[in-house]
């Protein structure tokens, strides 16, 4: 066994010398987490059953050097997926969706792929395509759209920031978002950039990857649940104040892993653009000290070098410094600091992107699955461990291994996966959860912020009107809208564990106004396309469904939609209203 | 497990449901379960309320419970004698004097963050700030627990807002909706739309969402369509905001000034059932010139909070309505050479009145210059329990933050029994 001696001293009891409640909090307060149950012996839970780690390793291992791991058919990866997934549904008896329709293909794809809905005309030139591979061509050809690349980065960049990042300057991010564009735009393989981004090359505004860890600035431990959240896909948040209650991180994994950052230093060094220029520095010496579980700890307690190991893995080598090594307490302010002699960060970087990393491949294939089809296979997706198994144990291991053999290109892997018939289902269906367990049809995914911003703008025909106006058009990424209103309308649709909630406050910014800018008569627009069209009203409100929705309507809604435009003399504001309406529609606000 | 917000909300409307049945009324349509004003107020009467008066920057509290007459720490202000025996407060407070035997003061706080932003945080969420976190304010808990599925009004209201994270990880159907200091409401609040036009426009979307429902049986289609019902709902109940109506009449119980109004209006919301209000009133932060800031603020405050707790009396809400009062912080015992205090967090003071809690009780005591709590402490967790327990809910309820569990008040917090009814 490699785990010894009880993992859970911490929930016996017997080590823990509960005071009075100020003296527990003032301990806490120590801690700069949040107090957890764990730290409290009468909240804490018996602890579940616990696999060995080393079965899931082991299991990790042989399919990462079994050559069954690799044995796909002629039809690929995405044969492979249908059949596991059909597999699933025959043992857990559940019927699927029926095949989407063209028009539900279109939408999503375009959504997943580019971030907006498709235009009038790009969605009637698919609709109306009669060659039986227009799927693929259109697959083919949005993974080749500069946009795909822009709307990757803005996903990932979601991933590795969020909306309220940690940190100084972490909010303005021009630099980094522009050279993680470029990585999608030159298809860098996904272990090259992450590599990049840990091993912190530059500045944060020329280089752009250096300012990922400007958000943990003097905190290694943030940076270590960071690191190992987003890219490893566990959560070792718990093993931070005491051993993991049920998983088999130990507190000393934690801080095994939080050595490889003790040494790094956030250093400025300049200004361009009134943008502050942020290089990462390492120092040859500091230690992470351990000073044992949180409720144990005394004031004024110093704690133990703890050194680096990777996670369940070898303790790290290090030379020796020589005995007379001196080195200046900080890096000054304004020149990029020197490589240390031996870089901890750059040998953590090396082991994080290995093919061979347990964690590296499966994480990104686990979460880039859930990106296109809902739910992860293990789900949520930055928590593999032991408690929280997969849905699909198989498939999951095939597609880490696919993304191995890979050699972590995305766009690849993103290919197989919609192409599969899992992807290409349809949205409708009884199911009532918005990202069904078992895939059996496709999931509902709110469309965010920017895909929102996007997509409007597209559907209202918005460049055509900026166009015609012949001003030059804004550099505003939010215009018109703004991001102020956008953030707080539609930054954060999800509660704490991601799923959609309506809110009240969304839907007054669109039932009284937010949406005047781009309810637009003006030349160029959907709204003056239509009303002065000499084809008959029939046809105009095909044209308004398919710039909206990106389908045709159904007899009834083009007979309800003609009468409410054609009731009064002046189309005009009732057109309006006919735009609004379906700009606000649940069928505009979710990806399905 | 997880419990999801929407399974409590249909428990509960389900179960108002039946006493509507019961009053005559079959109703189908959750949303317009209220038929007549006498209904709702039938069952709502039980239902707890929560206002949450809220002294921006930190209230000291040797100039309002906890005086030190005679002592260094003392101040400049004398004590005066309450309606309870034994209890005196400041002389700014005359009216609150009056109305002792009403409030369970705490005079034996002791909390973790000593500067502002981190007060405000700990004071409306019951935690320190944590990275990656956003914890949900108590509004947005009471929101979600003692809330009306398909209220017209939102359930968390704040008066002159602080604090910002909202309703956190619960999600945004518990954020807070906001009013300016004066009352106002925040901007698209309102329809400009000619009622018309309004009512034909919905009508079409109704159709739209119609159609896609019948395919699409997504819970978040549903609940998308149910928050643009209750953004709808916003508008026919929007006269509540307007207090000129009742102002004349009742300026003299809350007093002539601008917290009194916010109060008053504090008041009628929580009367068409609003489960949460909270009240801001600033700033204590009195770095220099205590007892200058203090002589002008307790004045209109205490005048204003006494007429909320009568006013609420002779409806029959002050049982059912628990009134909050508290700062971030509390007030250093020295007096710096600015005549000010400064923030403290060692030894200060809160109060309580109304629905669930003891009136004319002190809790807890602090040393004779103040420096220290002698009895009883009080941590901000425990005061938190305390108050959801007041109000009916366990205090060990669990959310989910990614896979972390975080119940509403922190472990280790204690109800403090002593202060409930």
Not at chain 1, 194 to 210: F, H, R, T, Y
Request: some cysteine; hydrophobic content about 35%; aromatic content about 10%.
């Amino acid at each position: 066994m490699l785990a010894t001696g009880s993992d859970h001293a911490i929930l016996s009891g017997g080590n823990l010398r509960p005071g009075p409640a100020s003296q527990v909090v003032s301990r806490l307060v120590l801690c700069r987490m949040a107090p957890c149950r764990e730290n409290y012996p009468e909240y804490a839970r018996v602890n579940s059953v616990k696999p060995p780690r080393e079965c899931l390793l082991l299991a990790l291992l042989l399919v990462w050097l079994s050559p069954a791991g690799f044995a796909r058919g002629e039809e690929g990866l995405r044969a492979e997926i249908d059949r596991h997934v059909e597999a699933a549904w025959k043992a857990n008896k559940v019927t699927p969706a029926e095949p989407a329709s063209d028009a539900e293909f279109l939408r999503r794809l375009y959504l997943d792929l580019l971030g907006t809905i498709p235009t009038h005309d790009e969605a009637v030139a698919f609709l109306d395509d009669s060659d039986a591979a227009k799927r693929q061509q259109l697959i083919d050809r949005l993974l080749d759209d500069p946009r795909f690349a822009r709307h990757q980065a803005e996903v990932w960049d979601q991933v590795l920031f969020g909306r309220n990042p940690p940190g100084y300057g972490t909010d303005k991010r021009e630099g980094f978002q522009a050279w993680l564009q470029n990585q999608f735009q030159q298809n860098t393989p996904y272990d090259q950039w992450v590599k990049a981004i840990l091993v912190a090359e530059g500045n944060s505004v020329d280089d752009g990857a250096p300012l990922f860890f400007v958000q943990y600035k003097s905190q290694p431990e943030d940076a270590t649940e960071a690191v190992t959240q987003k890219f490893l896909g566990v959560q070792l948040q718990c093993a931070r104040c005491h051993d993991h209650p049920f998983e088999s991180w130990k507190q000393l994994d934690f801080y095994g892993m939080a050595a490889f950052f003790a040494r790094l230093q956030v250093v400025e060094v300049g200004k361009k653009n009134n943008l502050a220029m942020y290089a990462i520095g390492e120092k040859n010496r500091g230690e992470m000290l351990f000073t044992g579980p949180v409720t144990e700890q005394e004031v004024g307690q110093k704690g133990e070098p703890v050194k680096p190991k990777f996670l369940h893995g070898e303790p790290l080598e290090e030379p020796e410094l020589p005995a007379d090594f001196k080195e200046d307490r900080n890096f000054p302010n304004g020149k990029l600091p020197p490589k240390p002699r031996f870089s901890r960060k750059d040998q953590l970087a090396e082991w994080i992107a290995r093919p061979d990393n347990p964690y590296f491949a499966r994480a990104v294939a686990n979460r880039v699955w859930a990106q296109f089809l809902g739910r992860g296979i293990v789900h949520p997706v930055d928590n593999l461990s032991d408690s929280n198994k997969p849905s699909h144990p198989e498939l999951l291991d095939l597609l880490a291994s696919a993304m191995v053999e890979y050699g972590f290109d995305l766009k690849r892997y993103i290919r197989e996966l919609v192409s599969s018939r899992t992807y290409q289902l349809s949205g409708g269906g009884e199911v009532e959860a918005a990202m069904p367990s078992w895939f059996e049809r496709a999931r509902a995914r709110p469309l965010t912020a920017e895909e929102l911003l996007d997509s409007w703008r597209v559907a209202v025909g918005y460049e055509g009107m900026e166009q015609a106006s012949g001003r030059r058009p804004s550099d505003d990424r939010y215009a018109p809208l703004g991001s102020g209103y956008l953030m707080q309308f539609f930054g954060a649709p999800s509660n704490g564990v991601g799923d959609f909630q309506g809110g009240l406050h969304e839907h007054l910014f669109l039932n009284n106004g937010g949406l005047s800018s781009l309810l637009s008569t003006a030349k160029g627009g959907l709204h003056d396309t239509l009303l002065n069209s000499e084809s008959p009203w029939e046809q105009r409100v095909d044209r308004l469904f398919v710039s909206l929705l990106s389908r045709r309507p159904t007899a009834e809604e083009r007979e309800k939609f003609v009468a409410y435009l054609t009731a009064e003399q002046d189309p005009q504001t009732r057109l309006n209203e006919a735009i609004w309406v379906l700009m606000t529609s649940s069928e505009f606000r979710f990806n399905h | 497990m997880r419990c999801p917000g929407h399974e409590h909300v249909s428990r509960r409307a389900l179960l108002k449901g039946t006493l509507a049945t019961a009053a005559g009324g079959a109703v189908m349509n959750w949303g317009n379960l209220f038929q007549s004003r006498a209904t709702a107020a039938e069952v709502e009467r039980g239902q707890k309320r929560c206002i949450l008066l809220w002294m921006n920057g930190g209230a000291s509290q040797f100039e309002t419970f906890d005086m030190k007459v005679g002592r260094p720490t003392g101040g400049l202000f004398r004590e005066i004698s309450t309606n309870v025996p034994g209890t005196r407060v400041c002389e700014l407070m005359p009216t609150i004097a009056q109305n002792m035997d009403k409030l369970a003061v705490i005079r034996s706080m002791r909390t973790s963050q000593v500067d502002h932003p981190g007060g405000i945080h700990l004071m409306h969420t019951g935690y320190s700030e944590a990275a990656g976190i956003r914890f949900p304010e108590m509004g947005a808990v009471v929101a979600k627990y003692l809330g009306r599925d398909g209220s017209d009004l939102p359930n968390f209201i704040k008066i002159f807002p602080h604090g910002n994270t909202g309703s956190g990880f619960l999600g945004p159907m518990y954020q807070p909706f906001t009013l300016s200091p004066e009352g106002n409401l925040p901007t698209f609040s309102r329809s400009n739309l000619n009622p018309e036009i309004e009512s034909r426009r919905s009508e079409l979307r109704s159709f739209v969402e119609e159609q896609y429902a019948r395919q699409h049986k997504a819970e978040t289609a549903r609940m998308h369509r149910e928050a643009y019902e209750a953004a709808r709902r916003l508008q026919n109940v929007q006269a509540v905001f307007h207090i000129d109506d009742e102002w004349e009449k009742y300026r003299d119980l809350y007093g002539d000034s601008a917290f009194g109004r916010r109060c008053l209006l504090a008041r009628r919301l929580v009367e068409e059932g609003v489960p949460f209000v909270e009240v801001g009133q600033s700033s204590y932060d009195s770095h220099a010139d205590n007892f200058v800031w203090h002589r002008g603020l307790l004045p209109p405050m205490e005048r204003a909070w006494a007429g909320l707790l009568n006013d609420l009396e002779q409806r029959g809400l002050l049982e059912h309505t628990l009134v909050v009062w508290m700062g971030e912080i509390g007030r250093t015992p020295s007096i710096n050479n600015r005549s000010g205090r400064d923030h403290y967090v060692r030894s200060w003071s809160t109060a309580l009145a109304g629905g669930g809690v003891k009136g004319g009780l002190v809790y807890g005591e602090s040393d004779e210059d103040g420096i220290d709590v002698k009895d009883n402490p009080v941590t901000e967790g425990d005061f938190f329990a305390t108050i959801y327990q007041a109000l009916g809910i366990d205090p060990a309820v669990e959310h989910y933050n990614g896979v972390r569990p975080i119940p509403i008040a922190p472990f280790g917090s204690k109800v403090v029994q002593d202060l409930l009814a």
